[in-house]
C-alpha cells in the first residue's frame, strides 16, 4: 500500500519561497502514476495545484501556475513543491497525493498534510 | 477556472439521509464524467469516497452514492450515522489536465 509525507518548513515568511517535500513509500514514483499537490486554507474547501507524471510533464492550476513548480526524483522515490513570492494567501495546509489504483482521475491516497504559515 | 459550488452545510438524523449538490459548468462536470466526492474528518486528509460520478472504491460502503445531471453532480449519503459527520468536497476534470475542486460542505448528524 503507498503511503505519502510530507515535510518541509511549517513557516515561512513573505516574499520568500515555500519548499514541500512528498516522500514515497511502498510504490515506485517511477510505476506510472500521477503525483498531486493540493492545499486547503484554513476552513476553506480544497484547491489543486498540480500534478507531475513520472515522465516529468507537469500541469498547473492557471492561478498559481506563475509561482509553482513541481519536480520529481526517482532516485530518493520522492515528489517536490515550490511556491515562490509567498504571501498571507499562502497560508494552508499542503497535502501531496497520488491518483487512485483505479482510475487516474480521482486522487485515492493521501498523505496527512503539512501545515504552512506565511509570516514574517 | 472557477471552483465548482457547494452548500456550506448539510444536515440530517440519524438514519435518514442527506443529498449534497455540486454544481460546475459545461467545461468541468458537463463535460467530463470524471466528478469524484472527498470525505474529511477533522484535521485528517481527504479519504475518496466516490469516483467517475458513481463508482466506489473498495470498502466505502454503498451507503454512498454518486449522480450526476447536467452541470450538477449530487452525493447522497443514505442510513446516516455519526461516524459521516464530516466535510465533503467534489472534485470535477475540468479539460486540459487540470482539476477543479468545491468549496466544501459539512454534513452535520443530528
Known amino acids: 500500500q503507498v503511503q505519502l509525507q510530507e515535510s518541509g518548513p511549517g513557516l515561512v515568511k513573505p516574499s520568500q519561497t515555500l519548499s514541500l517535500t512528498c516522500s514515497v513509500s511502498?510504490?515506485?514514483?517511477?510505476?506510472?502514476?500521477?503525483w498531486n499537490w493540493v492545499r486547503q486554507h484554513p476552513g476553506k474547501g480544497l484547491e489543486w495545484i498540480g500534478y507531475?507524471?513520472?515522465?516529468?510533464?507537469?500541469f498547473y492550476n492557471p492561478s498559481l501556475k506563475s509561482r509553482v513548480a513541481i519536480s520529481i526524483d526517482t532516485s530518493n522515490n520522492l515528489f517536490s513543491l515550490k511556491v515562490t513570492s509567498v504571501t498571507a494567501a499562502d497560508t494552508a495546509t499542503y497535502y501531496c497525493?497520488?491518483?487512485?489504483?483505479?482510475?487516474?482521475?480521482?486522487?485515492?491516497?493521501w498523505g496527512p498534510g503539512t501545515q504552512v504559515t506565511v509570516s514574517s | 477556472q472557477s471552483a465548482l459550488t457547494q452548500p456550506p452545510s448539510a444536515s440530517g438524523s440519524p438514519g435518514q439521509s442527506v443529498t449534497i449538490s455540486c454544481t460546475g459548468t459545461?467545461?468541468?462536470?458537463?463535460?467530463?464524467?470524471?466528478v469524484s466526492w472527498y470525505q474529511q474528518h477533522p484535521g485528517k486528509a481527504p479519504k475518496l469516497i466516490i469516483y467517475?460520478?458513481?463508482q466506489r472504491p473498495s470498502g466505502v460502503p454503498d451507503r454512498f452514492s454518486g449522480s450526476k445531471s447536467g452541470d450538477t453532480a449530487s452525493l447522497t449519503v443514505s442510513g446516516l450515522q455519526a461516524d459521516d459527520e464530516a466535510d465533503y468536497h467534489c472534485?470535477?476534470?475540468?479539460?486540459?489536465?487540470?482539476?477543479?475542486f468545491g468549496g466544501g460542505t459539512k454534513v452535520t448528524v443530528l
Open positions: 497525493a497520488r491518483d487512485d489504483t483505479n482510475t487516474w482521475s480521482a486522487l485515492g491516497h
Open positions: 511502498g510504490d515506485s514514483i517511477s510505476s506510472g502514476y500521477y
Open positions: 507531475i507524471y513520472q515522465s516529468g510533464s507537469t
Open positions: 459545461s467545461s468541468d462536470i458537463g463535460g467530463y464524467n470524471y
Open positions: 467517475e460520478v458513481s
Open positions: 472534485s470535477s476534470y475540468a479539460g486540459s489536465n487540470h482539476w477543479v
